[in-house]
């Protein structure tokens, strides 16, 4: 049996006053509260990478929204991988001396982001401050010095969890799906293996000849 408005806004009302927050005009829509972590709508360019040099990037395309009454401080972040939580550093802002510059860019050959497009700078303050209502939308790149597994095959889907710390200690997340490259780890293997030298030649017949084929071989000389 449907309810009338009056019915239920008195029962959206109780829900309220009683922890359970719901708009009173969509039905069972939960409003949120605090932090909204949402991926960008369009085509999404998430991925985890292999470095040249070694270790791993990440590259996280994310709209955040404040959706409380109060304002919200950013003071900290953290990834979960399928394979644990990563000590990840956030790529530095360019230098403006830099002939790549205002890009974000990783160690060549990594990729590089529009300076605008990276959201880096709300994370590397103690504290970013959200006004109610306010978002941004943006990339945000970071490094590891940890590898991805071995097991993880090139062009693999994993999803990873995106944790948001604020001020009153308060975690929003959200699951992200990410494109794991691992065209650098290929490729070095194949250099690894062009560069590994074949097996050298034994110039002391002792080495290659059982014991009695030497003494024969020897005796044999004089």
């Not at 090139?154 to 200690?169: E, G, K, M, P, W």
């Not at 059982?210 to 000389?221: E, N």
Request: charged content about 25%; hydrophobic content about 35%.
């Amino acid at each position: 049996m449907a309810q009338t408005p009056e019915q239920w806004h008195g029962l959206a009302r109780r829900l309220n006053d009683g922890g359970c927050p719901v708009l009173p005009d969509h039905t069972y829509k939960v409003r949120p509260v605090g932090l909204a972590i949402e991926k960008i709508p369009g085509m999404s360019f998430n991925s985890i990478f292999d470095l040249k040099q070694g270790g791993t990037g990440y590259a996280i395309e994310v709209a955040l929204r404040n959706d409380a009454t109060r304002p919200v401080d950013i003071v900290g972040w953290q990834v979960q991988t399928p394979w644990g939580i990563p000590k990840l550093a956030l790529l530095p802002a360019p230098k403006k001396s830099s002939n790549r510059y205002p890009h974000y860019f990783f160690p060549e050959p990594g990729p590089y982001y529009e300076g605008d497009f990276c959201i880096n700078r709300y994370f590397a303050r103690r504290k970013s401050r959200l006004q109610s209502g306010d978002s941004i939308e943006g990339v945000l790149v970071a490094s590891s010095d940890d590898s991805v597994p071995l097991e993880i095959l090139h062009l693999a889907r994993i999803v990873v969890t995106l944790r948001i710390f604020d001020s009153r200690r308060n975690i929003f997340s959200a699951q992200f799906r990410m494109v794991v490259d691992r065209r650098e780890l290929i490729a070095r293997e194949k250099r690894n293996q062009t560069l590994t030298p074949s097996q050298p030649f034994h110039t002391d017949v002792r080495e290659i000849m059982p014991k009695a084929a030497f003494a024969k071989f020897s005796s044999g000389r004089r």
